[in-house]
Structures are given as structure tokens and as C-alpha cells.
């Protein structure tokens, strides 16, 4: 599945899609087949505050536990509430399965991130 | 691939679906596994049941020719050196199938605890490629491969036969899925192994056969609520603890563990394994703690998951006796966060029983 371009990445398999103020995050295709088949999904509730680099919230698949870290600070604004039910949404489609938007506390922060071929690269070099 | 105890195994075959659709094709068709990492000890010699009936718990003197059973090897303490399946497959002829990580361990515990009997013991781990296929449709693909008739034997008796073109292959009803299905011990070379793996593969195409691995071993084992060693079963927990009082026969001839247990009976239980359903959103996993309604910590996950067959979070935990009530709660502490689950009956998962 192709990495969007107008989305940036984190070197722990998170995406965020940044609009203005406002960004959209969710886990990579590559995150969702290391894992393989997801069957939980924990995130913050909205109004909750996350900040960059640390975790907001686990993915579970029958096999793994994963954390999730947040790609940028900010305040939870909405919470993908279909994963809650059907999680298994992520693996079909990881890159529109969202699980939050985010009020981004600053823009700048974002610098750091990569793009969808620096991602691409990173994924090939850790070896898949 | 994971380091299985020395052997590199998948986890999962992901070109095939994944745990879950590996896990289903076992509860409703058919799956094959290769478990050639378990191991075998033969033992023969005109005092072999002699030898078997001192180092394993269950009566291995009621096995007639060509049937198995579920037993164990246990330490003087009534704690366990390993599960094992003994099949009797001939007059004096005994053959324990072990598991991968307790290999070593075994063979040597076996070795010395039966030198006083006249009877020979030999690890043939490595002869032999095991392949489970495991499934209400087993019998049908594996009867396309053999000249031995199959509905003629029963779950947990083992016969031999021309499968594959391979002749005298040691063919058993067993598993470790809670559903029907075969294990056969092919030569162990690496052509005939291959050669085998896909004429069964190919051969239950029809039945919609996927391979599956470690993954899904363990949740189909789990749903059944079957031991796992080093989890449900160990060698500081006890039979009595793990709730593996019908493969312990008492009332035969003494074995290795017997008077320990008798003093285990009397003193009464400390712990005892229970089946756990999460009744809040979280998954219990392995070496989760488990927390009564005021906070006190009461014990522990032994194996979680989620449970594809049944869809739902499941696990088996020790608990002290006061807290196995069917219907009591609990919390387990999921990464942080108490969540409450249900004692429930053990095993979670029961096969339908077969139609007439």
C-alpha cells in the first residue's frame, strides 16, 4: 500500500496528516502488517492532551502489544470511536482508518517528521 | 520467524491470513502445522510399562496396543518435568511425545529414572518431521494420502500406515487445537519433509487447508484451555493446582511425585487454575496480575488472548481457591489499568460433538 505524500511519518510507524492547527493521526500499513490481524484499540478520551514522542494510547493484535506514540502535542479534539467495535479496520486500510484529531499545540514541532520516501526508506532499512 | 526454543518457527503465515484466519480454519475446515520441534523418547523392553508407569502420572498399564494418553512427568515435589502424550505402540513398545523447550531436561530426567527397569530409551526427536493437521476436516484430507482407514481410529489411538507413498508411517489422532485431528511422523530428512508438507497442502485444497503457526497453536490451545509448559504448568506448580487431577492416577503402582501429591491432597490447595473472560475492554496477557475488588494482589495470568473462535478476551489465571467461584469478578491489571473479568467455566472452547 503506497505511503500518502501529504502525510509525515515517525520512525515508530505513526502518520499525521496536518491541516492549519489541526492534524489527523493513525498507525502506517507497515505498522498494521508487523502486527498483523489488530483486535484493540486503547486512545484518549477527547479534550485529553498528548505530547510528542510519548505514548498516547496501545494497539493490540492477537499476538503483540504495541504503544503508540504521539507524532506531535496537542489536544485530543475526536476519537476514532468505529475502532473501538471494529479495530480489524485498521489492517484493511491503515492510512484512512484515523484514530485521532489533534488541535496541534505548534506547528513547528512538525519539522522533524519524515516524509513519505525518507519512511519508505527508513521501513526498507529496518528490514521490513 | 520467531526462536522457538532452537528452532525457527513462524508465528504466523500471513500470506495464508494471519493468526485469526489460520485460527478459524482449524475450528471450521482444516489447518496443518509443522511441529517436528516436539520431541520423542522411545522406550522398549520387556519391563517398558514398568519404566512409563514410574515416571509418568497417568495409568499407562490401562493402554491397550495402538492407544495414547495425555499424562505427565512430574519431580519428587508433584511438580511438572514436562506434559507428555504416551503412545503404546507395541506389546512392550512406549513412545512419549515431549515438548521442544523441555527436550534436554526430559531425555536426561527419563534416562535416569528408569535405569533400574529392563527397558531401553531412546530420543528419536530428530528422526522424526511431525505435521499436525488439525480440524473437523482432517479426517477427509489425510485420508486422501493413506491406505489406513481412518474413521477406524479413535481420538487419542494411534495406527500405521502408507501415507504419501511413505510406508509404515506412525499415524495418531491427537492434537493440541481442542478439535479434531491427526499427527503423522514422516521421515525427518528435508526432501521427504517437503515433499509431504505440500502433498498435504495440495491435497486439501478442496477442504480450503491453510498452514498455521505458533500464533495460532497457541490461541486454538488456549480456547481448549490446554497446558502450555511454562505457563499453566511448571516445576513449582502442582497437579492439584493445575487442575490435571484426571490424567493422575492415584491408585496405581507409585511413581515419581505420588507421595508428594498425597501430602499436596491433604494440606489442600493454595492455588488453582481458573478461565478468566474480560468483561471491560482490555486483553489480559501472560504475567498480567491479577487484583481482587479492594486492591489486593491475588495472582496471575498465566496465558491471555484474544480468542478468535469465540471473540472474546480470554485467560487462564492462579488464583487462591476463595477466588474460583464461576460468576465472581475480578480485576486484571492491563498495562496500568485494572479491568474487570468473570471466572468462567474451563475449557472455554468444547468440539460439537460429532453427528451420527
Known amino acids: 500500500m503506497p505511503y500518502p505524500a501529504d502525510y509525515k511519518y515517525t520512525k515508530e510507524h505513526e502518520w499525521i496528516k496536518i491541516d492549519g492547527n489541526n492534524a489527523t493521526v493513525g498507525i502506517t500499513d507497515h505498522a498494521q502488517e508487523s502486527l498483523g490481524d489488530i483486535v484493540f484499540v486503547e486512545l484518549p478520551k477527547p479534550g485529553a492532551e498528548i505530547t510528542a514522542g510519548k505514548t498516547f494510547g496501545s494497539v493490540e493484535s492477537v499476538k503483540a502489544v504495541s504503544d503508540l506514540y504521539a507524532p506531535a502535542s496537542g489536544t485530543v479534539t475526536e476519537v476514532n470511536g468505529d475502532l473501538a467495535t471494529a479495530p480489524e479496520k485498521i489492517n484493511k486500510d491503515a492510512h484512512a482508518s484515523w484514530m485521532l484529531k489533534l488541535k496541534l499545540k505548534d506547528p513547528n514541532e512538525l519539522n522533524g517528521l519524515l516524509s513519505a520516501a525518507d519512511y519508505e526508506k527508513f521501513v526498507a532499512e529496518e528490514g521490513g | ?356
Not at chain 2, 10 to 35: K, L, M, Q, T, W
Not at chain 2, 210 to 222: K, S
Not at chain 2, 294 to 309: C, L, M, N, Q, W
Open chain 2, 1 to 356: 520467524m520467531v526462536d522457538f526454543n532452537g528452532w525457527d518457527m513462524p508465528v504466523e503465515y500471513p500470506s495464508a491470513g494471519g493468526i485469526i484466519a489460520e485460527h478459524n480454519a482449524v475450528r471450521n475446515g482444516v489447518g496443518i502445522f509443522d511441529v517436528s520441534h516436539m520431541g520423542d523418547i522411545r522406550l522398549q523392553g520387556p519391563e517398558a510399562l514398568a519404566a512409563v508407569q514410574h515416571i509418568s502420572m497417568n495409568d499407562a498399564s490401562r493402554l491397550a496396543i495402538g492407544q495414547a494418553q495425555y499424562s505427565a512427568l512430574l519431580y519428587p515435589q508433584g511438580t511438572f518435568v514436562d506434559d507428555v502424550i504416551v503412545h503404546r505402540l507395541g506389546e512392550d513398545d512406549y513412545l512419549l511425545v515431549i515438548n521442544a523447550g523441555t527436550r534436554e531436561k526430559d531425555v536426561n530426567w527419563v534416562r535416569d529414572n528408569t535405569r533400574q527397569f529392563a527397558c531401553k530409551v531412546e530420543d528419536l526427536s530428530d528422526d522424526f518431521t511431525q505435521i499436525a493437521i488439525q480440524g473437523p476436516q482432517g479426517v477427509n484430507l489425510l485420508q486422501k494420502l493413506t491406505d489406513a482407514n481412518l474413521s477406524a481410529v479413535k481420538f487419542y489411538w494411534v495406527t500405521r500406515g502408507t501415507v504419501c507413498g511413505l510406508k509404515n508411517i506412525l499415524i495418531a489422532r491427537t492434537g493440541y487445537t481442542a478439535e479434531d485431528g491427526f499427527e503423522i511422523y514422516v521421515p525427518s530428512d528435508e526432501a521427504t519433509s517437503a515433499r509431504v508438507w505440500n502433498q498435504v497442502l495440495e491435497a486439501g485444497k478442496e477442504f480450503g487447508v491453510i498452514p498455521c503457526g505458533l500464533g495460532a497453536r497457541n490461541t486454538l490451545r488456549l480456547e481448549g484451555a490446554l497446558s502450555l509448559y511454562g505457563h499453566e504448568i511448571s516445576d513449582t506448580i502442582n497437579v492439584w493446582e493445575a487442575g490435571l487431577d484426571r490424567f493422575c492416577k492415584m491408585d496405581k503402582p507409585d511413581f515419581v511425585g505420588r507421595a508428594a501429591l498425597e501430602k499436596a491432597k491433604t494440606a489442600g490447595l493454595q492455588r488453582t487454575l481458573i478461565g478468566l473472560e474480560m468483561i471491560e475492554r482490555g486483553i489480559a496477557r501472560d504475567g498480567y496480575k491479577v487484583f481482587d475488588h479492594d486492591g489486593r494482589e491475588i495472582g496471575y495470568v498465566t496465558s491471555g488472548s484474544y480468542a478468535p473462535f469465540l471473540k472474546k478476551n480470554i485467560a487462564l489465571a492462579y488464583v487462591p481457591p476463595e477466588f474460583a467461584t464461576l460468576g465472581s469478578t475480578m480485576k486484571v491489571e492491563c498495562r496500568s489499568q485494572g479491568v474487570k473479568a468473570q471466572v468462567v467455566p474451563i475449557p472455554f472452547y468444547k468440539r460439537p460433538k460429532k453427528q451420527a
